[in-house]
């Protein structure tokens, strides 16, 4: 859809340089609408891609970890990153790329875990 304006001008380049020469003020806004034209079709192939490619939206379940079993939990999980200084991020695995399926989020101020899974965890 962009190129069909420029396909047309150059079927007509013979034609161009006397219309040029002729009418200033026309080119000028014949190149205006060619400019107008190219955002009106990115802007609208834009919003079309948008409306088929919307984020896939994560269902996660949430647990809360009872205070006796937060010691435990701590021992076997890694740490991966602080949020900020009430929370902190981790995981079974030492990647950050792998917590997709399973994290918890821990608040040491509160002292209270809790853990993030997808749902159904059989995905």
């Known amino acids: 859809m962009l190129v069909i304006p420029y ?13 040029i020469n002729q009418n ?10 060619l400019i107008f034209y190219n ?12 409306y088929f490619k919307k984020p896939i939206k994560q269902q996660y379940k949430i647990e809360k970890i009872t205070n006796d079993r937060i010691i435990e939990e701590l021992e076997r999980l ?19 790329k792998k917590i997709e399926k399973e994290f ?3 608040h ?10 997808k749902y159904p965890e059989s995905q």
């Open 7 to 19: 396909v047309y001008l150059d079927s007509v380049k013979q034609i161009i340089p006397n219309y």
């Open 24 to 33: 200033y003020l026309m080119t000028v806004a014949i190149l205006m609408s």
């Open 39 to 50: 955002f009106i079709v990115l802007k609208m192939w834009l919003s079309i891609l948008r």
């Open 78 to 96: 890694y740490f991966l990153f602080m949020y900020d200084n009430e929370r902190h991020i981790l995981a079974k695995e030492n990647d950050v």
């Open 104 to 106: 918890f989020v821990y």
């Open 108 to 117: 040491p101020k509160e002292n209270v875990m809790i853990r993030y899974f």
